[in-house]
């Protein structure tokens, strides 16, 4: 737990070098207790970074091991809503399995509907399904809940797009300067 925990401030560091001890980190708690599903779920949430702030290296290697360590989090522990939501955006996000990541993101919302992280990409996938309605509906959600939350921008960045596709060019301008102030890294 403790090296989990290390690994979850090392990811929220934003950085390349914070992101790779993270990943470090998150192994090295998979190898001291193999059951540990939120270690895996971490894993996965690794390669979702690495995706998303353009880190990767070898993208088919980081495919197969983000669906790995989501499969082996979703089996260890299929009722801890903190698991399945970044198990979830892992699966559809990196692996590009999109409707089994909408289905565990919604089932992590079913079991706490206050989740920060769950709503957040519940949105995410919900925009890459084609319905920006309920992308809106499940960001603004997510910054009611927590709006001073180090991943806020993601919200504020889902929102610029939602509003992008459904032809709201003023609201999704106004959102993408808004996330850009709270995350200039976020590229």
């Not at 290296?57 to 499969?71: G, I, K």
């Not at 920060?116 to 992308?135: F, I, K, Q, Y």
């Amino acid at each position: 737990y403790d090296y989990y925990l290390r690994a979850l401030a090392s990811f929220y560091k934003f950085t390349r070098e914070a992101h790779l001890e993270a990943l470090k980190l998150t192994e090295i708690a998979n190898g001291i207790d193999p059951e540990f599903a939120a270690a895996y779920a971490l894993g996965a949430r690794c390669y979702l970074q690495r995706k998303s702030f353009g880190w990767s290296s070898d993208a088919s290697q980081e495919r197969v091991e983000a669906r790995r360590l989501a499969r082996r989090a979703i089996e260890l522990d299929q009722d801890d809503p903190s698991v399945l939501a970044p198990a979830g955006k892992a699966l559809a996000f990196v692996v590009g399995e999109v409707e089994e990541g909408a289905a565990l993101l919604s089932r992590a919302i079913n079991l706490d509907a206050n989740l920060l992280t769950a709503r957040l990409w519940s949105g995410w996938v919900n925009l890459w399904l084609g319905n920006e309605d309920v992308a809106i509906e499940q960001f603004k959600i997510a910054l009611r809940l927590s709006p001073l939350d180090p991943l806020i921008f993601n919200a504020q960045t889902g929102l610029a797009f939602a509003y992008f596709f459904a032809g709201r060019n003023e609201d999704a301008s106004s959102w993408a300067t808004t996330a850009l102030r709270q995350q200039p890294k976020f590229v």
